[in-house]
């Protein structure tokens, strides 16, 4: 099993339910088949290295299965493939996208994969300096599931609900919703509906199987866990799910790699459209290297049948997040399209024969 690291953040415990860690102060040591570890931090040689030597890529994702493009790529080695003897890929497991947001801004990261409301929070955080999205990943995949019998907002007044992390993606559709529903929330708390941020996800199915709360906004395979346990869907998470984004900093230092990242991605979101089956069994595979255990292959099933793996950022869905966050006070000012850049991905996706995207 590989190990996953706290990757040196204050405050920020990354923690991966059934997975021993260790504090090292670096990014996960992350050998297997995907790419190897090792090389300089931050992705740079230091003085007196050679011009070629391999650049470290450090990069982050979730465990989460609306996160299979990376679980793909690492495990059927598409990343270290287009890498080739440029760079050395160092991979990252997190619990959630607000720890990664805490990583890419610390410096510890240099690419991750990542929900839109993260990606939102770092680059308004670093007013607009961090990060650049230049690949979208995954659309859907992520529900509200509730107590069977309950079928309407209406009915969660006074009752508990679950997300990933205060401001995640998951959190600000959810709150968003129950606003929309006349249903008030706090970010402490309180408010008509107690919305509580649970980390890791799993904690989150564990404390709705044992009736501690009445659902959650949940990702796949947390949402399909919940309804397995006697949940019911009751609103269906649409729009942009998970995005690539790399630093500033990387992508002005190393722009041929970022195209290897990119035409990694593609091969990933290809092998899944092409290989379903062998793509769930290489996603579980891959995300039990981290957890120490597999999902049942139904629960991996019935979350690839939730989600959309596609290449394109859906940019206007992007921008609503945004929106929807400054109407909740998680967020201080609306998103601009600065924030993606998306020529590194087009010129990727026209060298593969494939349509472009729309920014």
């Known amino acids: 099993m590989r190990r996953v690291t706290a990757a040196a953040i204050a405050g920020a415990a990354l923690l991966v339910a059934g997975c021993s860690s260790a504090a090292t102060g670096g990014s996960a040591s992350g050998a297997s088949s995907t790419?190897?570890?090792?090389?300089?931090?931050?992705?740079?040689?230091?003085?007196?290295?050679?011009?070629?030597?391999?650049?470290?890529?450090?990069?982050?994702?979730?465990t989460n299965i609306t996160h299979a493009s990376a679980l793909v790529g690492l495990k059927q080695g598409f990343f270290s493939q287009a890498l080739g003897t440029a760079g050395t890929l160092t991979p990252t497991?997190?619990?959630?996208?607000?720890?990664?947001?805490?990583?890419?801004?610390?410096?510890?990261?240099?690419?991750?994969?990542?929900?839109?409301?993260?990606?939102?929070?770092?680059?308004?955080?670093?007013?607009?300096?961090?990060?650049?999205?230049?690949?979208?990943?995954?659309?859907?995949?992520?529900?509200?599931?509730?107590?069977?019998?309950?079928?309407?907002?209406?009915?969660?007044?006074?009752?508990?609900?679950?997300?990933?992390?205060?401001?995640?993606?998951?959190?600000?559709?959810?709150?968003?919703?129950?606003?929309?529903?006349?249903?008030?929330?706090?970010?402490?708390?309180?408010g008509d509906v107690f919305v509580k941020p649970t980390t890791p996800n799993s904690a989150a199915v564990l404390e709705f199987k044992s009736g501690q709360i009445?659902?959650?906004?949940?990702?796949?395979?947390?949402?399909?866990?919940?309804?397995?346990?006697?949940?019911?869907?009751?609103?269906?998470?649409?729009?942009?799910?998970?995005?690539?984004?790399?630093?500033?900093?990387?992508?002005?230092?190393?722009?041929?790699?970022?195209?290897d990242l990119l035409k990694a991605q593609?091969?990933?979101?290809?092998?899944?459209?092409?290989?379903?089956?062998?793509?769930?069994?290489?996603?579980?595979?891959?995300?039990?290297?981290?957890?120490?255990?597999?999902?049942p292959a139904s629960t991996v099933a019935a979350s690839f049948k939730e989600i959309t793996f596609t290449n394109d950022p859906d940019t206007s869905s992007l921008l609503t997040d945004a929106s929807q966050a400054v109407s909740l006070g998680l967020l201080k000012k609306s998103l601009s399209n600065a924030i993606f850049d998306l020529g590194p991905l087009n010129s990727a996706l026209g060298a593969a024969g494939e349509p472009t995207v729309s920014s």
């Open 93 to 190: 497991a997190f619990s959630t996208g607000t720890q990664e947001t805490t990583a890419l801004l610390a410096g510890q990261l240099d690419a991750a994969y990542v929900g839109p409301n993260p990606a939102i929070n770092a680059w308004e955080k670093s007013g607009g300096t961090a990060i650049k999205v230049v690949s979208g990943a995954a659309s859907g995949g992520a529900s509200v599931v509730v107590k069977a019998g309950i079928t309407s907002a209406t009915q969660l007044k006074g009752k508990t609900l679950a997300t990933p992390s205060l401001g995640n993606t998951q959190d600000v559709a959810l709150r968003y919703w129950l606003k929309q529903n006349g249903l008030a929330t706090s970010s402490t708390g309180g």
């Open 35 to 62: 790419g190897g570890s090792g090389g300089s931090g931050g992705g740079t040689a230091t003085a007196g290295t050679a011009a070629s030597a391999p650049v470290t890529v450090r990069l982050g994702f979730l």
């Open 214 to 259: 009445a659902g959650g906004s949940e990702p796949a395979p947390y949402d399909v866990q919940m309804v397995k346990d006697g949940g019911t869907v009751l609103l269906s998470e649409t729009g942009v799910t998970t995005l690539l984004v790399v630093t500033q900093s990387f992508l002005a230092a190393h722009p041929a790699i970022v195209a």
């Open 266 to 295: 593609i091969q990933a979101n290809d092998y899944i459209k092409n290989n379903t089956a062998a793509a769930e069994t290489a996603a579980n595979a891959e995300l039990a290297s981290y957890t120490g255990k597999p999902l």
